[in-house]
């Protein structure tokens, strides 16, 4: 069966020194409970070894980005081979700031999949709609294609290394949650997405994530849905007690 899954966003946000400690405070703070779900933390590029000489196994490591290119003459930017060699073993891929701010596309994140995946990297690959989609009535079929043009290429056993996201890009930092039908509305979309194109089993073992102003007050009941598998949490997984309050409502 699919797993239960936290993973905390950092985004840019930390020194190398503070997130060091943050990192440590979480690993903690895991030690003394004992979680119904996988718990992950996605930290700056320059923040990825340090971390991972500092945490267990019982918390996941990841990165928030990698390259479209395995290596090269790319200047500034971090490949996968290069991510893995860390020690993490998750990326996230497509998130709606990526795409927003840094012009993403569809085919440039397959080509980061792929690299991903060849080097043993569990995407979390974000998908979500804007505003104006939710309002117009298209974000159903908005984020059907986000999933059809970056990942339908993929094997099915490529896919169910994969982990989803859903992000409405109206929730993201702004304190305005989806509520948890609207959620479960999309995550149940997601699934059958998926089965359509891969058949039930892969629909059912695929973790979806729901991300967007998570937060210990809310958590619970978004994780109580069926389709919801957890949390994508930013804001709220740069203080350790908040993550960990968003761990504890599974
Ligand atoms: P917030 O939890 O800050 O809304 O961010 C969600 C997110 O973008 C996680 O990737």
């Known amino acids: 069966m699919r797993k239960n899954i ?12 503070e997130g060091v400690a943050l990192a440590k405070e979480v690993n903690d703070a895991l030690d003394k409970v004992t979680p119904k779900c996988d718990v992950i933390i996605c930290v700056p590029f320059t923040h990825l070894a340090p971390v991972a000489g500092v945490i267990n196994d019982k918390l996941g490591l990841g990165a928030e980005n ?26 996230i891929l497509g ?10 596309t569809s085919e440039t994140l397959k080509e980061k999949v792929n690299l991903a995946l060849a080097n043993n990297l569990t995407p979390i690959f974000c998908i979500g709609e804007v505003l104006e989609q939710r309002e117009n009535g298209t974000y159903l079929d908005v984020v059907k294609a986000q999933i059809e043009e970056a990942l339908f290429d993929l094997s099915a056993e490529d896919f169910s290394k994969l982990i989803l996201a859903y992000e409405p890009v109206w ?28 058949g039930k089993e892969v629909a059912e073992n695929t ?44």
């Open 207 to 250: 973790s979806i994530l729901y991300g967007g102003s998570c937060k210990p007050s809310n958590a619970q009941a978004l994780f109580a849905k069926p389709n919801v598998d957890g949390g994508l949490i930013g804001g709220a997984s740069l203080k350790a007690e908040d993550f960990m309050g968003i761990v504890t409502a599974f």
């Open 95 to 104: 998130h709606s700031e990526r795409r927003q701010y840094y012009g993403e």
């Open 171 to 198: 929730a993201i930092g702004t304190g305005k949650t989806a509520t948890d039908d609207q959620a479960e509305e999309m995550h149940a979309h997601i699934r059958k997405v998926i089965e359509d194109k891969y």
């Open 66 to 91: 990698c390259a479209d290119h395995k290596s090269g003459a790319y200047t500034g930017e971090v490949s996968a081979p290069m991510v893995a060699s860390t020690g993490a073993k998750y990326v």
């Open 6 to 17: 936290v993973a905390g966003n950092w985004k840019m946000n930390t020194t190398l020194q």
